[in-house]
């Protein structure tokens, strides 16, 4: 069951951290919690400090005082300050004008994914401020505290001067009942392209798709159409990227799925390997999870597959399954191999992945200061954003600031 609508009221106090979601119940971690203790200097070398002033009383030099620290510029010191701020600026209205509406999390992401999860959040927060300030972006507050922002006409007039054309996103903010499945699509979408990975949500790929239909012919209202419990469906992700090997198709679960859906879901997985709508070999499939619960049910349906496929022997057209992690699960289904001779046999074959995850839903709840108390896990440093990549597909690319081409150009 879908959660109430949100009533959207208009914010006008400092910026400050999404706190909306929960916090995660299995993550223990508290390693943002608590202040971090200042260590105290050894006895030594307190006595060396003594000593040294001392000397710099009696008039005999400080050799301390000759040593320079190097001081650690970061982007600053490729790109000026002037042109990172206007990049900075400029990604960010792009951001609001391509998805309509973001959170200080989205901008954490596009802009800032080099860095360690605070100092991503610290620098989104300082860009937010500046530009709610500057009337470019208006942020609205939702009845659960969450904080989503808008582009206003101002901000539209600021990227027409940039040469890209934008239209005011505000009205259509304050409208928004829940927009919560849709910032969660924005996230992951972000997250992927933060991995060098083309993505788009739903609403986007759907326009993709059909863009260069004839006039005459109906829009597609799909990527692949399956039927589960005697009726026929056509499935959307909610977030559709396309790397090397294939398609990846993102279901992003905010509520648990009724019997429909989750016969949806069972069908979806067992399509891994079919071409869909738009011509993509469909290799993966990625469920994020918002709780617990909902995280076991759909872990549940997947190893039931998993304990039917080790029953019988695998047969053309059928799907293998196996979890080979926790929440990771092999496909594996049954490939004709042609030889040299003419003959053909068939091999068992890996053909693309299940993922179920979390998502993390703790990282927006995360505070800036010594009353934080939400675990700071899941950022870029680790395997866990847009999905844990199974080791069979290499690691991640490191997550690199999109902001060393400081140049005018529109989040792609």
């Known amino acids: 069951m879908e959660h109430p609508n949100d009533a959207l009221t208009l914010d006008t106090r400092d910026i400050q951290p999404d706190t909306h979601e929960a916090r995660p119940p299995h993550n223990k971690d508290t390693s943002g919690g608590a202040a971090e203790s200042r260590p105290s200097l050894p006895q030594d070398a307190a006595q060396d400090t003594s000593v040294t002033k001392a000397m710099v009383s ?9 040593i320079r620290r190097t001081v650690h510029r970061g982007l600053s010191a490729a790109v000026p300050p002037d042109q990172l701020r206007q990049a ?14 973001i959170r200080t999390i989205d901008v954490a992401i596009a802009c800032f994914p080099e860095r360690p999860f ?21 942020r609205y507050r939702t009845d659960r505290f969450q904080h989503i922002y808008g582009l206003t006409a101002a901000g539209a007039h600021w990227l027409h001067d940039q040469n890209m054309d934008a239209s005011p996103s505000v009205r259509r903010v304050s409208d928004m009942t829940n927009p919560e499945h849709t910032l969660w699509m924005t996230f992951v979408t972000l997250a992927c392209q933060t991995r060098g990975v083309a993505a788009h949500t739903e609403a986007e790929a759907l326009q993709l798709l059909n863009q260069s239909r004839p006039s005459d012919t109906p ?6 159409t399956v039927e589960s419990r005697g009726v026929r469906r056509a499935l ?5 990227s396309e790397e090397d090997d294939g398609a990846t198709w993102y279901e992003i679960d905010r509520s648990k799925r009724g019997a429909d859906r989750e016969a949806s879901l069972v069908e979806l997985v067992q399509s891994i390997g079919a071409t869909i709508a ?26 039931t597959l998993e304990k039917a496929t080790q029953e019988k022997t695998l047969t053309v057209g059928e799907r293998g399954f196996r979890e080979i992690d926790d929440g990771v699960f092999e496909v594996r289904a049954l490939i004709k191999r042609r030889h040299d001779d003419g003959r053909t046999s068939l091999h068992e ?21 010594t009353g934080n108390k939400y675990s700071l896990t899941g950022w870029f440093e680790e395997n866990y954003l847009p999905y844990r990549r199974p080791d069979s597909l290499g690691p991640w690319r490191p997550a690199k600031s999109p902001l060393l081409r400081a140049r005018r150009d529109s989040i792609s």
């Open 88 to 101: 900075i600026r400029l990604r960010t209205l792009a951001l609001a004008d391509r998805f309509r509406v």
């Open 219 to 224: 829009a597609k209202q799909g990527f692949l």
């Open 58 to 66: 009696q008039g005999q030099p400080d050799s301390a005082s000759d």
């Open 118 to 138: 605070k100092a991503a959040l610290t620098a989104a927060q300082r860009a937010m401020r500046s530009l709610t300030k500057d009337k470019l972006l208006i």
């Open 236 to 240: 959307r992700p909610d977030v559709l």
């Open 278 to 303: 738009n011509g993509s070999i469909l290799r993966r499939v990625v469920v994020h999870a918002k709780t617990e619960r909902i995280l076991k049910r759909a872990l549940a349906l997947l190893r």
């Open 349 to 369: 074959q890996l053909i693309g992945h299940v993922i179920i995850q979390l998502l993390p839903t703790w990282l927006p709840k995360v505070r800036i200061g």
